[in-house]
């Protein structure tokens, strides 16, 4: 069992940047491969990035390309967003996967409470 707390959401302005953390405890990190998943009001929780095991792989949603980097640590999972856009406006997810590459929300076993990302226009 691993248990995962994001961290980093705030209200920024249109343009700015934010970083967020996914921090793990109970079981490390490095035996998955992690994602990054966001849900806006009225709308699907739909996946952002993802990286494998190791961190030299990763993949990202069309929407966040060129945007968006996610990386790792030894037990924290990031996501660096940068140009933020008010439709990048969501709650934000890490969560953990036995499988890669995995694109799925099914495919994530475990889940963190999330993040509250808000971007102002």
């Known amino acids: 069992q691993v248990q995962l707390v994001e961290s980093g959401g705030e209200l920024v302005q249109a343009g700015g940047s934010l970083r967020l953390s996914c921090a793990a405890s109970g079981r490390t990190l490095s035996s998955y491969a992690m994602g990054w998943f966001r849900q806006a009001p009225g709308k699907e929780r739909e996946f952002v990035a993802a990286i494998n095991r190791s961190g030299g792989t990763t993949y990202y949603a069309d929407s966040v390309k060129g945007r968006f980097a996610i990386s790792r640590g030894d037990d924290t999972v990031y996501v660096r967003m940068n140009s933020l856009k008010p439709e990048d406006t969501a709650i934000y997810y890490c969560?953990?996967?036995?499988?890669?590459?995995?694109?799925?929300?099914?495919?994530?076993?475990?889940w963190g409470q999330g993040t509250q990302v808000t971007v102002s226009s």
């Open positions: 969560a953990a996967t036995n499988v890669f590459p995995v694109l799925q929300v099914e495919g994530y076993r475990y």
